[in-house]
């Protein structure tokens, strides 16, 4: 009798601890808590409304679906960055500086040498083809730096980081064509007929993508290896240098989707601003996940919801008018709060918090 | 308390999730004595040293330390390290990249300001007082294992310590520096120190041991005076079982039977590397079981290195059935059915964070090839199978392989290896640093694998476990192959003899 009630206390305490523990908690307790501030501050946050917009179809909108939208491109980089943060141990910075490049491209492409061309000097799928091969070989070259000269990736994709917008400004003589051919607006805004923004329909499809990707191959098992130890990686079969290099082609196809959403959202990209800084924020989505920064193990789902969490501040932010040049100040609070609390020495001491009261709800429920 | 004990734990108590480490453990340690602490691997002995120096808290229990009345608790090895607890790990927990000075007084300069001058000249003077071959400017990684191990306990020496633990400190050293280290360890006792001694040597506990206290399965089965427990006992006392004499082990096997005449399963002429051996010729039959033996450094894992192909192959041709075949990269050799198990587990063997599960499974899945993945049943089945097969003590097959035993690691990584059904195994150390059974079920396995039709080249540091197990072996000094031993001639004398070179 005594040694079983020893035996459930220690299961239910373990129960808790394995709930706070769960990865995925964090991610979902902070968004949580967003959901419940403005349910309290402003349930109108939460409305949705289905008008017409200025092209004058019926369209969603509202503050949810503009997180969902606006989210979009950082959930595609959150995805490759976490793969490089698993296989490389470290994390890409020049996926902002990359965008614009991968922008850049296209409006080259589509824009030829005009830069306000009457109609599309080359169809949109050629343009997008030509945006991730680009997109590709710059994350390639990152990918060489990394795995083959064995530069720490920060420093490997400083260069980039620096470089980059000049490049993508290079691209295009420095110029920053249009384009006004309607139908290139769509893949950043709506498609007539359609009441969501595309933008959510490419993300889920990237999400899709990489979740078959997860299931189908050894990605995972390998990422994780190559992160977690090479040499033994190594030892069993696995190249550890393609990996990395690989981890980065595809943030590579990420920068170049993320890129493609960009461009379409506004017809036209500033290389000097376009996604600025979104290199820290898809970072924080994974280590908001949860997932080490050092490598190894990592939780997808969690990256990807850290994404929306971001995004969700920001958008929280915006709503109750905090100055644009203060927003970074306000997020950063939040983000410590949020990182201390995902920091395992901190849920270590909840779970035993949550062990010391929940063992004595299970005596005075066996005691009855 | 005692007044002579330096000593006390009085009903340890530890429990991990799903395992009781340790349970109602006691525990004395005298003044001026040698202890041994015995156990299988998962008997908690290093559970028990590390609720002793604070890196686990215990859950119940108290520990008595000389001079003071009242329970202390130890909080953090820092704090261990304070009230003279010193330790010496298993695996080095140095920093390969300072100097080997540096390393000795890390963490113990008082105020901003050190005077490397004089922390220079002490570590020399400590360094030449214990008679080990390093210079206190010198890199600690440029150091080999058994002298950074011998820093370790230099370092921990010098802290003053009253009780000084040394957690399997002999697993990387060679007989020479054993028996320095041996000597050292007397010197401490004579001048009052309590050394506790953990290790999987019987001999070493032997020689060098005033008592033993045995655990098993986290609970304390009893101290004992060494001279009143024979090592029969002893070993029978740690089972919990008795124990059928290790030398009967080889009768189940029949090398007779190995037909040297028929194709080598894998041959290699003249196979040269960059890791600093000489070129060698080598061969293995089917259901062979051979060796490479020689001093520590002697080029016996290089040698196994190159055939698996884990370092760069410069010459040489290699024979597989007698079709020639290059061998590059591991994932050659193991598409040519050849495993190999490192020596060194921790950085070469398991996958730290992965689960149980997906360390047995990761050459097979990788052989199997990137876009193939198993379903999440096939590889529970596979894991499940192992685990049963080689009785790896394991929460579940979802546990993560960093947080078993050493010798269940081992298990997981021979898993790994068994699963993917080679030809021919290369175990490179496979019992170093675990516990008599599990050596010994080891040392079993290899033989019913040969006896199966599989060849296997065994390397141990233990002479009498090779002569065991092999039927041949290839003898190495300073990284060239100096003589091929077989049959009768497979005495510790001769291999001894060979080993040491010159006229026997």
Known sequence: ???????????????????????????????????????????????????????????????????????????????????????????????????????????????????????????????????????????????????????????????????????????????????????????????????????????????????????????????????????????????????????????????????????????????????????????????????????????????????????????????????????????AVVVIILVVLSAPIVREKLGEFKKKIIPSKAVSKEAV | MDNNSVLEMRGICKYFPGVRALQQVDFTLREGEIHALMGENGAGKSTLIKVLTGVYHKDAGEVYLKGSDRPVNIRSPQEAQNIGISTVYQEITLCPNLTVAENMYIGRTKGIFTDWKKINADAGKILNDLGIPAIPGQQLGSCSIAVQQMIAIARAVDMNCKVLILDEPTSSLDEQEVSKLFKLMLDLKKKGVGIIFVTHFLEQVYEVCDRITVLRDGMLVGEYIIEELPRVKLVSKMLGKDFDDMADIKSDSDTEKIDYSETPVYEAKQLAGTTGIKPFDFSIHKGEVNGFTGLLGSGRSECVRAIFGADKVTGGEVLIDGKPVRIKKPLDAMKHGISYLPEDRKRDGIVGDLSVRDNIILALQVMKGFFRPFSRAQAEEFADQYIKLLNIKTASSDTPIKSLSGGNQQKVILARWLLSNPVYLILDEPTRGIDIGTKVEIQKLVLKLAAEGKSVTFISSEIDEMIRTCSRLVVLRDGKVVGELKGDELTQNKIMATIAGGES
């Open chain 1, 1 to 331: 009798m005594s040694s079983n009630t020893v035996k459930n206390q220690r299961s239910l305490g373990n129960m808790a601890k394995s709930v706070i523990r769960k990865q995925i908690f964090i991610p979902i307790a902070a968004l949580f808590l967003l959901v419940l501030f403005n349910l309290i501050a402003d349930p109108s946050f939460f409305q949705i409304s289905y008008q017409p917009n200025s092209e004058g179809f019926n369209v969603l909108s509202g503050n949810i679906i503009s997180i969902i939208d606006r989210a979009s491109e950082l959930v595609i980089l959150a995805i490759g960055m976490t793969l490089v943060t698993s296989a490389s141990g470290g994390q890409d910075i020049s996926v902002g500086a990359t965008i614009a490049i991968a922008g850049s491209v296209v409006l080259r492409v589509l824009c030829g040498s005009n830069t306000r061309p009457e109609t599309l000097q080359a169809p949109i799928i050629v343009a997008f083809l030509v945006c991730a091969v680009v997109s590709m070989i710059f994350g390639a070259f990152n990918g060489v730096l990394v795995s083959w000269f064995k530069i720490q990736p920060m420093v490997a994709t400083l260069i980039l980081f620096t470089a980059g917008r000049s490049i993508a400004a290079w691209i295009n003589n420095n110029e920053l064509p249009v384009i006004s051919d309607p139908k290139f607006a769509y893949y950043g805004n709506f498609i007539p007929g359609i009441p969501v923004p595309t933008p959510v329909f490419i993300s889920i499809l990237c999400m899709i993508a990489i979740a078959l990707a997860l299931k189908f191959t050894n990605l995972r098992l390998y990422c994780q290896s190559v992160g977690i130890n090479p040499n033994s990686s190594r030892l069993n079969g696995i190249n550890p240098q393609m990996i990395k290099f690989i981890s980065f082609v595809i943030l590579g196809l990420c920068v170049a989707v993320a890129g493609f959403i960009k461009v379409s959202r506004l017809s036209t990209i500033n290389y000097s601003v376009v996604a600025k800084d979104i290199e820290m924020d898809a970072i924080l989505a994974v280590a908001l996940g949860g997932n080490a920064l050092g490598g190894g193990k990592f939780n997808m789902t969690a990256s990807i919801i850290g994404a929306y969490v971001i995004q969700f501040l920001t958008t929280t932010l915006y709503k109750y008018d905090v100055n644009s040049e203060a927003i970074s100040a306000y997020k």
